[in-house]
């Protein structure tokens, strides 16, 4: 095998490492702080449910926007967060999930006190994979260039400037994948809404 041969397959198991470590540190920091806040917001969603049942909670202002346009915006926006890490070392990815993990925790304890899992899991279903991959996709894509300095450094001795400029590129890919799968989810989730009102 020649030399570079060596370096290309060092440099491609660099990436799969900083890939796999990135996306299982956002998938763990995004279900450990989404299920620490629903655990810990049963009396808020209790409330929520039992205001909404009677009626004194408008339900137009718990659902937003309800078109493929106001939830494509929305979702689009939390993307964007996620994914604005990369430039800035992943901190404002941490931020990011930290955010919207909090909103997953009380929207979901909220949606399921009121309706129960298997009705919210039925209402969700159509969209729910989309979406979820799409922050995924978008928190692994605000980690990864730090991921890659390390796996790279580790794996081949690049240069952290270099490596960091391969993750970028990257996670670029990842938040353009996740963007389309946030408007594939907007049409469903849309589409569910006005078959529900």
């Known amino acids: 095998m ?17 890939l796999a470590s990135s ?3 956002a998938a763990g920091l995004l279900g450990a702080t989404s299920a620490a ?7 808020i969603a209790a409330a929520n449910a039992a205001a909404v049942a009677g009626g004194s909670i408008d339900s ?16 689009l926006a939390a993307i964007a967060l996620l994914a604005s890490g990369a430039p800035v ?19 979901a304890a909220s949606v399921v006190a009121a309706l129960g899992a298997v009705e919210t899991l039925a209402r969700i279903a159509p969209y729910i994979v989309f979406e979820a991959a799409a922050v995924l996709l978008a928190a692994t894509a605000g980690l990864l260039p730090v991921a890659h300095v390390a796996s790279a ?11 960091y400029a ?9 938040t353009a994948v996740a963007a389309l799968l946030v408007v594939l989810a907007a049409v469903a989730e849309s589409l569910c809404v ?4």
């Not at 806040?37 to 009396?43: N, R």
């Not at 137009?60 to 979702?75: E, T, Y």
């Not at 391969?166 to 990842?174: A, E, N, T, V």
């Open 2 to 18: 020649s030399r570079s041969t060596v370096g290309a397959a060092s440099e491609r198991g660099a990436l799969r490492l900083a």
């Open 23 to 25: 996306a299982v540190l």
């Open 37 to 43: 806040t629903a655990a810990a917001s049963g009396d």
């Open 60 to 75: 137009a202002v718990l659902a937003a926007d309800g078109s493929a346009l106001g939830i494509a915006a929305s979702n």
């Open 89 to 107: 070392l992943g901190s404002l990815t941490l931020v990011g999930i930290a955010l919207i993990g909090i909103g997953i925790g009380v929207s």
């Open 153 to 163: 450094w580790l794996c081949t001795g690049r240069r952290p400037t270099a490596a």
């Open 166 to 174: 391969i993750g970028l590129g990257y996670g670029l890919r990842l």
């Open 194 to 197: 006005a078959r529900g009102a």
